[in-house]
T-cell receptor
Framework: QKEVEQNSGPLSVPEGAIASLNCTYSDRGSQSFFWYRQYSGKSPELIMF????GDKEDGRFTAQLNKASQYVSLLIRDSQPSDSATYLCAEGGGGADGLTFGKGTHLIIQP | GAGVSQSPRYKVAKRGQDVALRCDPI?????LFWYQQALGQGPEFLTY????????KSGLPSDRFFAERPEGSVSTLKIQRTQQEDSAVYLCATEVGNTIYFGEGSWLTVV
């Protein structure tokens, strides 16, 4: 059974600082990884996906993947109060496999 | 996300009542998923359709849960004889490329 582990938090970060969110996964064969943001009372919203080892940057967000360590992270630069949400890490192969999610990390950006 | 509409958005059911949750994706979306998200947890896979074919229903928690997509478009998730542990958000999702996008969710509370 595939597992994705995240620290549930809350993770509290001052406004303007870098927020670092981490995730580990159990299936060494996993190829695709996703970060979703979920505001309270809303459905998950895709932020980024990453398939290759290394870093992938999109605006203030950077996803990092280390397949040897089975570790995925999301960095949020210049954190804003609007970044306060739960961040869900997921892995999946597409098609019928769907996605396996972690429980999410609750991030709080302090003004 | 990706034009997936769900109804009802909110449903309060008395224990033992049957409920039906509807998912209406954009026409032409082949893949359709149902996920269940309990409070404080990540989404958990329930079932997957490719057009009208239900290719995977391994995540349905009991035989009280039933899903269908008879014409390969609208899908319905039915829960019979609801129990309190069925209280959750039920998320419908479609796949675009290798990425899954969620609808707004149907929030079910069983009292």
């Amino acid at each position: 059974q595939k597992e994705v582990e995240q620290n549930s938090g809350p993770l509290s970060v001052p406004e303007g600082a870098i927020a670092s969110l981490n995730c580990t996964y159990s299936d060494r064969g996993s190829q695709s990884f996703f970060w979703y943001r979920q505001y309270s009372g809303k459905s998950p919203e895709l932020i980024m996906f990453i398939y290759s080892n290394g870093d992938k940057e999109d605006g203030r967000f950077t996803a990092q993947l280390n397949k040897a360590s089975q570790y995925v992270s999301l960095l949020i630069r210049d954190s804003q109060p609007s970044d306060s949400a739960t961040y869900l890490c997921a892995e999946g192969g597409g098609g019928a496999d769907g996605l396996t999610f972690g429980k999410g990390t609750h991030l709080i950006i302090q003004p | 996300g990706a034009g997936v509409s769900q109804s009802p958005r909110y449903k309060v059911a008395k224990r033992g009542q049957d409920v039906a949750l509807r998912c209406d994706p954009i026409s032409g979306h082949v893949s359709l998923f149902w996920y269940q998200q309990a409070l404080g947890q990540g989404p958990e896979f329930l079932t997957y359709f490719q057009n009208e074919a239900q290719l995977d229903k391994s995540g349905l928690p009991s035989d009280r849960f039933f899903a269908e997509r008879p014409e390969g478009s609208v899908s319905t998730l039915k829960i019979q004889r609801t129990q309190q542990e069925d209280s959750a958000v039920y998320l419908c999702a479609t796949e675009v490329g290798n990425t899954i996008y969620f609808g707004e969710g149907s929030w079910l509370t069983v009292v």
